[in-house]
C-alpha cells in the first residue's frame, strides 16, 4: 500500500506533553463495529469489557538509555554526541541511533563519563551504529541507569537533561522487566484502582514481554509498505500465559490486547489455526490492511503518529477508512495525541 494512505495533518497542541493525572481520568474513544464512536473515560473501561474477556499486557520496563557523551580526542574535547540505546546486541553490545552520526567513524570512542564509554563497532543507514562498551552486565546495567534518561519521543519536548517526573511517567504499572526503550503507551492509563474495578468485572489478566525499541519512532521513508524494514524487537510469553490465552478462546472468551506491542508479540506467537505457543526470541512483523488476525478481539491503544507502522497496525485492526474516521472526531474532539495522549478502544474489523 501507499504509506501517504496512512497521513494525516494534526495541530501541534494536541500533542500531550505529559500524561493526565490521575493517570484513568484520560480519555477513551471507543470505536465499535457498525455502531456510533462514543466519547468516554478509561475508567469506563471495565464496563465496555465482558466477564469472560481475558486482558493481555506487556510487562517490559523502560531503561534510561538516551546518553550524551563526547566523541574522544586525545588532545581536547571532541563532538557532543548522543546515543539511543534501542537493542542489546549481545555481550555489553548495544545497538544505538546516534546524532550526529555522520561525526562518528568506525573505530571512534564515546567517553559517556571518565569510567564509561563504547566504541563505534558498525554503522548503518539513518544514523545506527553499534556501540561496545567498556563494561558489560550488571555493571553496564548500573552505568546505563546513573548515567542515562529516559528516551522519550522526540515529539514530547524535553531540555537535555529531562523530566524528573519522566521516571515515573514513563513507566506502566506492569514494568516488571528491564529492556525497553519506549514504553508501551497504553498501559499508562493502568491504575491499581482500574485494575481493581477490571477484575471485579469478572476480567483476568496475561502478562507477556515485548522490550519495545526506538525504532517504533522512526517513520516510514519508503513510498510503499512492502519496501518498509522493520527493527527486530525481543520478546517472551510464557507456557502459562498461553494456556491463559488459548483456554480464554477455546470457551469463547475476547482477548483484549493492551497495546500494540501486546498484539503484535500474540500475532507473532500464533499458528495459522489462532493457537498461541510459548515464544522467546525477536520479532519483526510488520501489519497492514490486509492481515488476518489470529489472536485478538479488542485492542486498547493511544492515538498514533501519521504514517507510523502503528498507525498502519490499527488501521489494519479496525479498517483504514474507519480509523481515518476516528481520527477526525478525536482531533475535533480535542483529544490529546501520542505516548502521554489518550486512548482508544477498537473492535476488531471482520
Known amino acids: 500500500m501507499r504509506v501517504s494512505d496512512f497521513d494525516f495533518d494534526l495541530p501541534p497542541e494536541l500533542i500531550a506533553q505529559a500524561p493526565a493525572s490521575p493517570r484513568d481520568s484520560a480519555r477513551l474513544l471507543h470505536v465499535p463495529q457498525g455502531k456510533e464512536f462514543a466519547d468516554l473515560t478509561i475508567t469506563d473501561l471495565p464496563g465496555l469489557l465482558k466477564p469472560d ?12 538509555t538516551r546518553l550524551t557523551g563526547r566523541k574522544h580526542r586525545a588532545n581536547g574535547e571532541g563532538a557532543r554526541i548522543e546515543a539511543t540505546l534501542h537493542k542489546a546486541d549481545g555481550l555489553g553490545t548495544w545497538r544505538a541511533f546516534a546524532r550526529p552520526a555522520k561525526k ?43 548515567h542515562g534518561i529516559m528516551p522519550l519521543p522526540p515529539y514530547i519536548k524535553r531540555d537535555r537533561q529531562g523530566m524528573v517526573t519522566d521516571i515515573d511517567d514513563y513507566q506502566t504499572l506492569f514494568a516488571a522487566r528491564e529492556g525497553a526503550v519506549a514504553a508501551p503507551t497504553a498501559s499508562l492509563h493502568f491504575t491499581p484502582r482500574l485494575i481493581s474495578a477490571i477484575e471485579a468485572r469478572g476480567v483476568k489478566t496475561a502478562h507477556l514481554t515485548l522490550h519495545v525499541g526506538a525504532g517504533t519512532f522512526l517513520p516510514v521513508r519508503t513510498d510503499n509498505t512492502d519496501d518498509h524494514v522493520m527493527h527486530a524487537e525481543w520478546g517472551e510469553l510464557s507456557q502459562p500465559s498461553a494456556d491463559l490465552i488459548n483456554a480464554t478462546r477455546a470457551k469463547g472468551g475476547r482477548i483484549v490486547a493492551a497495546g500494540t506491542t501486546a498484539l503484535r508479540l500474540l500475532e507473532s506467537a500464533a499458528d495459522e489455526n489462532g493457537t ?3 515464544f522467546s526470541g525477536d520479532t519483526d512483523i510488520f501489519i497492514t490492511p490486509g492481515y488476518r488476525f489470529r489472536t485478538a478481539d479488542v485492542l486498547l491503544s493511544n492515538f498514533h503518529l501519521p504514517k507510523s507502522t502503528l498507525f498502519m497496525l490499527v488501521s489494519a485492526f479496525t479498517g483504514l477508512e474507519r480509523m481515518q474516521q476516528a481520527y477526525a472526531h478525536a482531533k475535533e474532539m480535542g483529544y490529546r495525541f501520542y505516548s502521554y495522549g489518550d486512548a482508544t478502544l477498537l473492535e476488531r474489523t471482520e
Open 104 to 146: 562518528l567513524a568506525l573505530g571512534d570512542n564515546i567517553d559517556f563519563a571518565d569510567d564509561f564509554s563504547a566504541e563505534v563497532l558498525e554503522k548503518y543507514d539513518g544514523g545506527e551504529v553499534v556501540l561496545r562498551f567498556n563494561t558489560s552486565g550488571p555493571a553496564l546495567m548500573k552505568a546505563i541507569h546513573e
Open 276 to 278: 498461541v505457543h510459548p
Open 53 to 64: 474477556d481475558l486482558l493481555v499486557v506487556n510487562d517490559t520496563k523502560v531503561i534510561p
